[in-house]
Structures are given as structure tokens and as C-alpha cells.
Nanobody, 120 residues
């Protein structure tokens, strides 16, 4: 069993900041790529940012320069620092991780999501 738990969402004013965290736990042998996705009401889930185990990052154009993804491999945790937030960043944010388990299985695990609301 592998579990991803997100935290750090909430309500913030435009221009404000939030930091999301996502911790993976369970029968983990290794984690390759980790990422953040988001889904706004009435829209499809979209990529926000990804990071490899070596620290190489990739961002959606809409968040470049404002959101920063990072990870702590020792803690199996990925972070999303969100600055200069805009109302259009409002969404449920999900983390995912490409996991190899101790039992030899490989799959993509997803968190339950955390709500981010940007509003005055």
C-alpha cells in the first residue's frame, strides 16, 4: 500500500502565497517523477509542474515564474511554493508520484487533493 497525503491548501488573496506539501508513505522502494496537477470547476485536470528524482523540473506556461516545485527525496515529499497567486489559480491541487514498491510493482499514485482558493 502506498499513500500520498497533501496539505497546505486554503484561501488566499490575489498576490498572496501558499506552500503545498505532499508526503508519500507505505511500501516504497523508490520514487521517480513527482508532480502537481490541478482541476478547476468545469475544467479538465491539467499539469502544473513535475520534478524528476534528480531535480529536473517542468512547468506549465501559465505558472512559470510564480510557482516552484521541489522535493525532499529522504522524506518522499514534494512541495509546491505558490507566489503571486491569481484568481485563475483557484482549483483542487493533486500530487502524483511514479512509485516502485518493495514488492516489485510500479504504478502512479495520486493524492486526495487540496483546495486552493484565490479571492479577495
Amino acid at each position: 500500500q502506498v499513500r500520498l497525503v497533501e496539505s497546505g491548501g486554503g484561501l488566499v488573496q490575489p498576490g498572496g502565497s501558499l506552500r503545498l506539501s505532499c508526503a508519500a508513505s507505505g511500501s516504497i522502494f523508490s520514487i521517480n517523477d513527482m508532480g502537481w496537477y490541478r482541476q478547476a470547476p468545469g475544467k479538465q485536470r491539467e499539469l502544473v509542474a513535475t520534478i524528476t528524482s534528480g531535480g529536473r523540473t517542468n512547468y506549465a506556461d501559465s505558472v512559470k515564474g510564480r510557482l516552484t516545485i521541489s522535493r525532499d527525496n529522504a522524506k518522499n515529499t514534494v512541495y509546491l511554493q505558490m507566489n503571486s497567486l491569481k484568481p485563475e489559480d483557484t482549483a483542487v491541487y493533486y500530487c502524483n508520484a511514479y512509485v516502485a514498491t518493495i514488492g516489485g510493482y510500479n504504478f502512479v499514485a495520486w493524492g486526495q487533493g487540496t483546495q486552493v482558493t484565490v479571492s479577495s
